[in-house]
């Protein structure tokens, strides 16, 4: 992950209301998650549609099923996040109020992935009717299992690697789907904006890692949660089949 190990090497981070923070503890945390998203990115690689796209071999319909297969996850990405929020204590109440916020921003997201597929020549009522895909449905259970917790701190690194995709990857993909079909960029809009303003949400996930750590619990949770949410999250993009 290429921005996410600049950040980790410099070590530096504003610390928002956590108290005697560890800047050591964070960068640590971040070299973890930095491997999990490398691995994870090496995955995404091997998937089927991801192949095509790489290798030029990209039509539309796969594109629409990329779309509706991705509504579905960020529909219910607001959700999971403001459920979560709702499960922090009283003692954090910062990272509480950067979830809700986060909520807001991104509750209509799915919005524009149902513009861009109507753009793209698809139909509103086929992408707004869609049932998930088996990795959808695993990934939207484990992150609604995660959120309905007590202080549910380990979603961060669920976080880490859906924004970490949107910054390293959203713009990347949305310029070569561009490019494949030859569509305009109203077409491609979710991923061109993803790409824009992903990378922002990861400077502000280090400042939440900075509001509950140290502590090698919550560390260790925040990497396990990433690598079973990266798992799942390649295999919902594995079930995009046309």
């Known amino acids: 992950m290429r921005r996410a190990r600049k950040r980790a090497g410099h070590g530096r981070v504003h610390v928002v209301g956590g108290g005697g923070m560890s800047a050591t503890t964070v960068s640590d945390v971040l070299r973890r998650l930095t491997v999990v998203f490398t691995e994870f990115e090496g995955r995404l ?38 459920r979560a929020a709702s499960n922090i204590g009283e003692e954090h109440l910062e990272l509480r109020s950067t979830l809700m916020r986060h909520a807001v921003v991104e509750h209509r997201d799915f919005r524009l992935l149902e513009a861009d ?14 049932e998930k895909n088996i990795g959808s449905e695993a990934l939207s259970a484990w992150m609604f299992h995660e959120a309905s917790k007590p202080n549910p701190f380990g979603l961060l690194g669920a976080m880490w690697i859906i924004e970490g995709l949107g910054s390293i990857k959203a713009a990347e993909w949305g310029a070569l789907v561009r490019q494949r079909l030859d569509l305009p960029d109203h077409a491609v809009r979710f991923l061109l904006y ?6 922002e949400h990861i400077a502000e996930f280090e400042q939440m890692l900075g509001m509950v750590l140290p502590d090698e619990a919550t560390a260790a949770r925040i990497v396990r949660t990433a690598q079973v949410t ?13």
């Open 45 to 82: 690689e091997q998937t089927p549609l991801i192949r095509k796209l790489t290798r030029g071999r990209f039509e539309l319909d796969d594109y629409h099923v990329f779309l509706i297969g991705l509504r579905q996850q960020v529909k219910d990405g607001a959700l999971w996040m403001s």
């Open 117 to 130: 597929f109507v753009a793209a020549g698809g139909a509103l009522a086929t992408i707004q009717s869609a």
């Open 194 to 199: 993803h790409g824009e303003n992903d990378a």
């Open 230 to 242: 990266a798992r799942l999250y390649a295999l919902q993009i594995e079930e995009m089949t046309a």
